[in-house]
C-alpha cells in the first residue's frame, strides 16, 4: 500500500511540473553553453588567423628564395666566355634592369672553340609596370597582386616569370670599392662593375585585417650603412612613401631580400 502512494506522488508531481528544472536554472545553463560556445569560436578563430599569417610568410619567404636562387646562379655566370673572343659581359646596368651575355656553349661539335654569344639574359619588373626602368611599379592598380620578377631571353619567348607579388627591385654596383646605383656611372663603366647587389621587396597576395606593418624598415641595399654607396635609390623610398600614406597597404606583410652576388667571370 505504502509503494502504492509513492508511486501516484511521483505521477502527480511530474505531471504538475514540480520535478522540472526551474526558469532560473534554464537561464543559467544557457549562459554557461554561451560562454563554452563563445571561447570555442575565439579559439578557432584566432587559430584560423594564425594559420593564415603563417600560410603568408612561408609563401613569401620560398618565393624569396627561389627568385634570389635563380638570379644568383644566373647573374653570377655573367661574362663567362672561355674563348675570351666571344665579347660576354654586362650589357645594361639599371637599377630596376640587368642585362648580360655569357658563352656557355664555347665548343663545337667537333671540339673547336665556338665564339658565338648564347645566351642574352635580362633580369626586370615588365616594361609595362614599370616602364622607366627605376624598378618599382607604377602602372598596376593598388588593390590587385603586384606583377612578377621578369626573365627575358635573347632566345625569345617573351618575359618569364621568376618570383610573383614583387613591388620593387634594386640593382646596386660595385665599380672599384664604390656602389653606384646611378646609370649613368654604372652604364660607363659596364666592364669595371666586380659585383651585384640586388634587393627585391615582395608583398603577400592578400591583406590580413589584423596586420598591420612596419614599412620604415623596408630598405634596399643602398639605404644601409654596412654599403658604401656613392648614390641612393631615391625611386624605392618614394614608392615606401607612396603606400605608407595608404591605410590599406599597411595590411599586407612584406618581405624584403638583399643578396650580393661575386661576379667570378668580371675583370680577370
Same mark, same amino acid.
Given at each position: ?21 526551474? !526558469? ?6 544557457? !549562459? ?12 578557432? &578563430?584566432?587559430? +584560423? ?23 644568383? +646562379? ?42 658565338? !654569344? ?99 624598415? !623596408? ?5 644601409? +650603412? ?28 612584406? &618581405? ?13
Amino acid at each position: 500500500m505504502r509503494k502504492k502512494r509513492t508511486t501516484e506522488k511521483g505521477v502527480r508531481m511530474l505531471l504538475t511540473g514540480r520535478a522540472g528544472f526551474t !526558469l532560473v536554472e534554464l537561464l543559467m545553463a544557457l !549562459l554557461i553553453s554561451s560562454f563554452v560556445g563563445a571561447a570555442i569560436f575565439l579559439a578557432y &578563430r584566432t587559430q +584560423s588567423r594564425t594559420q593564415n599569417a603563417q600560410e603568408q610568410l612561408v609563401e613569401l619567404q620560398e618565393n624569396v628564395r627561389a627568385a634570389m636562387v635563380t638570379i644568383t +646562379s644566373e647573374v653570377r655566370m655573367a661574362g663567362f666566355d672561355p674563348t675570351g673572343e666571344a665579347g660576354a659581359g654586362i650589357v645594361k646596368a639599371q637599377p630596376g634592369l640587368l642585362q648580360f651575355t655569357l658563352n656557355r656553349k664555347y665548343k663545337t661539335a667537333s671540339g673547336a672553340d665556338d665564339t658565338t !654569344l648564347d645566351e642574352d639574359l635580362t633580369y626586370c619588373i615588365a616594361a609595362k609596370y614599370d616602364p622607366n626602368r627605376v624598378g618599382v611599379v607604377t602602372a598596376y592598380p593598388p588593390d590587385a597582386p603586384p606583377p612578377a620578377l621578369a626573365r627575358e631571353s635573347g632566345a625569345g619567348g617573351g618575359p618569364q616569370p621568376v618570383a610573383n607579388n614583387i613591388e620593387a627591385l634594386e640593382f646596386m654596383y660595385l665599380i672599384d670599392d664604390r656602389w653606384y646605383v646611378d646609370p649613368a656611372h654604372a652604364g660607363k663603366n659596364l666592364a669595371r662593375i666586380k659585383a651585384v647587389t640586388v634587393s627585391l621587396l615582395m608583398r603577400a597576395p592578400f591583406p590580413d585585417p589584423d596586420f598591420n606593418g612596419d614599412m620604415d624598415t !623596408l630598405l634596399p641595399a643602398s639605404k644601409l +650603412s654596412t654599403f658604401k654607396v656613392h648614390d641612393k635609390n631615391n625611386e624605392w623610398t618614394k614608392y615606401v612613401n607612396k603606400i605608407k600614406a595608404d591605410k590599406r597597404q599597411g595590411h599586407y606583410r612584406r &618581405r624584403v631580400a638583399i643578396a650580393t652576388i661575386q661576379l667570378r667571370n668580371m675583370n680577370l
